[in-house]
């Protein structure tokens, strides 16, 4: 008998080529392929003469470079979800481990933005992006973003791509993300998850992940710190957003005592020292700050200060918009080190004041009496956040508040007496800073600062009304304005006598009344 095996397939990457050959015969032992009796029933036919092979190899190489084309025009035009299935397909064909090797010896390294299922911002995501800001040679789909000293950052559009060099080795980078989705078990979707992808060549898997990616997040921290634009937040659906931070206020133009200020100075450049401190006696890196006192008297420029002396982040955390704990707990997470997080006015943020006083107080409900049902604004409005106070206690000094080194946590309250005791304790606010009316010396800075003014006749006048009346910084500040550009310091300092003569007045005339009714009442 005999057998002819028709033809040999070859396959490259994506490319399968059936190649046709003249079989030869193949016989049994007891038959000779030099027999005379043997006849090849091909040999005396051509099926392709020997003239027509450049043409048809010409013919071969037309239709593939057609078929590339149309496939790489088909690939650009196609659906970002379906190109994206069809890369998962094709990693998954390629899983197996001889095949992998042969067809696709590339290894490929993904840095996910989020870290522990979107609880906290992967670093070295941030640093990645730095780096490639100033690596683009090959993107073509770009985005831009300002940096302080209005210089402009770059960056990789999603599924976009571009090499760098590192020792002679090309490596590429690839930015993409994963599309966000609905979640059964979570109030809000999934945030997209975005990432960069390394790919290299498998035989220079040491020297990439040893050195490259340290040679990478190094040169990145580099190029963020001579970029880095310091931000202020604000909390909205379990994330945070931010616009630039350019609050201008410096503790040199605080209304306020100078032996006040040095003292907060000195508490400030202490604690930024103190990390081998903090770490030797087993205490999270971190420090809290109550600043109260009666509206206008400066707490939210104290922490503006605060954050342009230390050069941190601002994150300013309204309660009222988180859902519960386990949201305030994300958002904890998502905070970075060196940063300054603000609840502002927390007496009226949530109901927290004296919350296990209002329940030990509450009277029992007589038999048979029907409690008549109100459901006024406020409660209404309050009762759509379901933030504890043991929650808050836990944001501040529990076992999560210890996931960012090097923070500070700032309360600012008009009525300090209405805090429930275990928020302001030590410990949890470390210190306790009251900023009062202003007084003479704070005076003083805001006469520089407004008129540039160090000394004037009419100084006197106004340190002895100021001594006697209550006035806030903010008031004395709006009275230092000029009114209209012909009204000079003078004018300004007078506008300023009057209103402290009115204020005097007016106190005087409240003490009188309050002493007339009281005789009256004992009569």
Request: proline letters at 5%; hydrophobic letters at 35%.
């Amino acid at each position: 008998m005999i057998h002819y095996n028709r033809g040999l397939y070859y396959t490259h990457s994506n490319l399968m080529i059936k190649i046709y050959f003249f079989p030869l015969p193949t016989f049994h032992a007891y038959k000779s392929i030099q027999s005379p009796q043997f006849h090849h029933p091909f040999r005396p036919k051509m099926i392709i003469p020997v003239k027509s092979i450049p043409g048809m190899f010409g013919s071969v190489r037309s239709i593939i470079v057609t078929f590339v084309f149309c496939c790489n025009m088909i690939w650009r035009n196609c659906p970002k979800q379906l190109r994206r299935y069809i890369e998962k397909l094709t990693e998954r064909l390629s899983g197996f481990k001889r095949l992998s090797g042969f067809l696709n010896p590339d290894i490929q390294v993904l840095i996910h933005e989020y870290t522990g299922s979107h609880l906290r911002r992967h670093e070295a995501y941030g640093l990645v992006a730095a780096y490639l800001s100033v690596k683009l040679p090959d993107a073509k789909r770009l985005k831009a973003v300002m940096t302080n000293e209005n210089k402009v950052m770059l960056s990789m559009e999603e599924y976009e791509n571009t090499t760098d060099m590192f020792n002679g080795v090309e490596v590429k980078w690839i930015s993409g993300k994963v599309p966000s989705r609905a979640s059964g078990a979570s109030y809000y979707p999934e945030p997209e998850q975005r990432y960069y992808k390394l790919k290299f060549n498998e035989c220079y898997k040491k020297m990439m992940t040893e050195d490259y990616l340290q040679h990478v997040l190094k040169r990145g921290r580099e190029i963020q710190a001579a970029n880095r634009q310091r931000r202020l937040y604000t909390n909205g659906k379990s994330t945070w957003t931010h616009i630039v931070f350019e609050h201008p206020a410096k503790f040199a133009t605080l209304a306020m005592e100078p032996e006040k200020k040095e003292e907060i100075v000195e508490d400030l450049l202490t604690f930024i020292k103190s990390k081998d401190y903090y770490a030797r006696i087993g205490k999270a890196w971190k420090r809290g700050y109550l600043l109260y006192g009666p509206p206008g008297t400066g707490k939210s420029t104290m922490i503006a200060a605060m954050a342009n002396f230390l050069s941190y982040d601002v994150y300013d955390l309204e309660l009222t918009s988180v859902k519960d704990n386990t949201e305030l707990r994300k958002l904890l997470t998502n905070t970075t080190a060196k940063s300054i997080i603000v609840i502002e006015d927390i007496d009226c943020s949530l109901d927290l004041t004296g919350q296990r006083e209002k329940k030990a107080e509450k009277p029992a409900e007589e038999p048979g009496k029907v409690e008549k049902k109100t459901t006024p604004r406020k409660e209404k409005e309050e009762s759509d956040s379901k933030v504890t106070l043991s929650g808050l206690l836990n944001f501040i000094d529990g076992l999560w508040s210890a996931c960012a080194g090097e923070r500070l946590i700032v309360f600012t309250t008009n009525h300090v007496d209405k805090l429930d005791p275990a928020l302001t304790r030590r410990g949890r606010m470390d210190k306790h800073i009251e900023l009062s009316y202003c007084k003479y010396e704070g005076f003083k800075v805001l006469a520089k600062n407004y008129l540039e003014l160090e000394a004037h006749p009419l100084f006197q006048s106004i340190e002895e009304l100021i001594q006697e009346v209550e006035i806030s910084p903010a008031d004395v500040a709006e009275n230092l304005m000029p009114k209209s550009a012909k009204d000079g310091p003078e004018q300004s300092l007078r506008n300023l006598i009057c209103i402290l003569e009115e204020t005097k007045n007016s106190k005087c005339r409240e003490i009188k009344d309050t002493e007339i009714n009281h005789n009256a009442a004992a009569i």
